[in-house]
Nanobody, 117 residues
């Protein structure tokens, strides 16, 4: 059973930074590096938004326009972990952030990010 566990969320002031981590485990027939990994977020009263995706092998990345230039997704396949470095945080970045493997095959439980002064 694949499990994804996010960490690193918290309270931060506008303009600050956070780094989220998502540790994956439980792979059997395929390994972590087979999967593209994504970060999503959901703010209260809003739809779930795809924030960033990183490809399986080549590490190709894609970002939502709202975070382009401020967020960086990366992965360490040796540690089965994907990261989301978030800089220049804004009030509107407040949300629960989830990591996902593949095309929504697996999801973590989420970590809360609150940007507030």
């Amino acid at each position: 059973q694949v499990q994804l566990v996010e960490s690193g969320g918290g309270l931060v002031q506008p303009g600050g930074s956070l780094r989220l981590s998502c540790a994956a485990s439980g792979f059997t027939f395929v390994t972590f590096d087979y999967y593209a990994m994504s970060w999503y977020r959901q703010a209260p009263g809003k739809e779930c938004e795809l924030v960033a995706t990183i490809g399986s092998a080549a590490g190709i990345t894609k970002y939502a326009d709202s975070v382009q230039g401020r967020f960086t997704i990366s992965r360490d396949n040796a540690k089965n972990t994907v990261y989301l470095q978030m800089n220049s945080l804004k009030f509107e970045d407040t949300a629960v952030y989830y990591c996902s493997a593949g095309n929504g095959n697996y999801w973590g439980q989420g970590t809360q990010v609150t940007v507030s002064s």
